[in-house]
């Protein structure tokens, strides 16, 4: 037995829940996109095309089949009402509130008339299909569609709303790396040029076509971080290389200062020392001169746009101007290497007479003698060094001599 009490509570969710969906219908319908995509409240509607066309055209459909459905389960609800209004306090009250309740709970809703496609059919196959639904059933599907029609429309909207800007912020970027390609001397900007053009073709599309607008939007947005992401690669490619080309005329410059001072050893070592068979001649100034000469062909290569030759030529510049400063420091070395013998002969000298003076054997006659052999061969130029360092050591044995003797 159906309690009246049961009813009543079923009429009054169904009331709030109609009132709800109701208003969400009315929120939806009075949306701008939603207008300007129906052609309703006097919008002419959009010619839709591409994707949009696609998914839009059957969500547009689906609504108005929702609005249907509303009214549908609007008229039933209200059916209901009407009995529940009508109904007799006592004789038939049983009746009318099992109908009542039939009609909330179960199939009472008749669907509009389906028709099957010929080809769909088979020998015992209808051509047209009329489907009995519940409240329930029904209000389970308006939901479900609901939510497909609402995402779709809301997307469009998204579309609308962002695109736009972010096709200015898109065509200011494109602009901006052009300006960067032509400053930086990049001549291949047809990347670039091609995106500019997909930009406004875009701006034609996003009113027939947003969801490919979008979509398309996405990869213009790939392309330009990627050549935004390439001319800071060749910026930092060409700071590299002007870090290089600082780096290489300092070297050059070292070589030069360096060459400089092992010709002024070379000529100090040949003209203060005679036997100097072991001396290390300079670097020749013509290949100091073809360094820089191969420099300058590397700039004016660089001021062509050669950037991947001149990287390869600078490395190699700088690892032979590195291998001649490490001759000219050896050349150095070696060539003050005898000038400082000679020095360290004539402290070695004057150290060994101080000790034997020190010691009472400064006035000996052989003693005497070599030293003074060897005062007039470490200050004679040119020194014959390799006699010089016979005597001083022919002088330093004798003292030993002499001073063992006395021990």
């Known amino acids: 037995m159906v309690l009246l009490e049961e009813i009543d509570q079923m009429l009054a969710d169904w009331k709030i829940k109609l009132d709800l969906i109701s208003q969400n219908l009315m929120d939806l319908c009075e949306l701008l996109t939603y207008q300007r995509l129906s052609g309703a409240s006097g919008f002419s509607p959009i010619q839709l095309t591409g994707i949009t066309k696609t998914k839009v055209n059957p969500v547009l459909d689906?609504?108005?089949?929702?609005?249907?459905?509303?009214?549908?389960?609007?008229?039933?609800?209200?059916?209901?009402?009407?009995?529940?209004?009508?109904?007799?306090?006592?004789l038939g009250a049983d009746q009318k509130a099992q109908e009542i309740f039939q009609l909330l709970n179960q199939a009472s809703i008749d669907l509009p008339t389906t028709i099957t496609p010929l080809a769909q059919r088979e020998l015992l196959t209808?051509?047209?299909?009329?489907?009995?639904?519940?409240?329930?059933?029904?209000?389970?599907?308006?939901?479900?569609?609901?939510q497909v029609v609402k995402e779709m429309i809301l997307a469009i909207d998204r579309i609308w709303l962002d695109l736009e800007p972010q096709l200015d912020i898109a065509e200011a970027e494109v602009a901006n790396l052009q300006r960067q390609g032509e400053s930086l001397g990049i001549i291949d900007l047809r990347e670039l040029e091609l995106s500019r053009q997909t930009l406004v073709s875009l701006r034609d599309r996003i009113e027939s076509d947003p969801l490919g607008a979008s979509t398309n939007f996405d990869e213009i947005n790939r392309q330009i971080a990627k050549m935004r992401a390439d001319i800071e690669q060749f910026v930092r490619a060409k700071a590299k290389l002007q870090a290089g080309f600082t780096n290489a005329h300092t070297l050059l410059q070292q070589l030069i200062f360096l060459n400089q001072e092992a010709i002024a050893a070379f000529a100090e070592s040949q003209e203060k020392i005679s036997d100097c068979t072991s001396l290390a001649p300079p670097l020749p100034s013509e290949q100091i001169e073809a360094m820089g000469q191969w420099l300058q062909r590397l700039e004016t290569k660089l001021k062509e746009g050669l950037t991947s030759p001149v990287r390869i030529g600078l490395e190699n510049f700088t690892a032979k101007v590195n291998e001649y400063i490490a001759i000219a420091n050896t050349a150095i070395a070696v060539n003050l290497?005898?000038?400082?013998?000679?020095?360290?002969?004539?402290?070695?000298?004057?150290?060994?007479?101080?000790?034997?003076?020190?010691?009472?054997?400064?006035?000996?006659?052989?003693?005497?003698?070599?030293?003074?052999?060897?005062?007039?061969?470490?200050?004679?130029?040119?020194?014959?060094?390799?006699?010089?360092?016979?005597?001083?050591?022919?002088?330093?044995?004798?003292?030993?001599?002499?001073?063992?003797?006395?021990?």
């Open 126 to 146: 209808a051509a047209e299909i009329t489907r009995k639904i519940t409240p329930l059933q029904l209000l389970v599907a308006m939901i479900n569609t609901f």
């Open 62 to 90: 689906a609504l108005n089949e929702l609005l249907q459905h509303f009214d549908l389960l609007s008229q039933t609800i209200d059916k209901a009402r009407s009995l529940r209004a009508a109904m007799p306090r006592f």
């Open 337 to 407: 290497g005898l000038l400082q013998t000679r020095q360290e002969l004539r402290g070695r000298l004057d150290a060994l007479k101080a000790k034997a003076t020190a010691k009472g054997h400064a006035e000996d006659v052989q003693l005497a003698k070599l030293a003074e052999q060897a005062k007039q061969l470490l200050y004679t130029r040119p020194t014959p060094l390799k006699q010089a360092e016979e005597t001083v050591k022919q002088y330093e044995v004798l003292l030993n001599i002499f001073l063992y003797r006395r021990m």
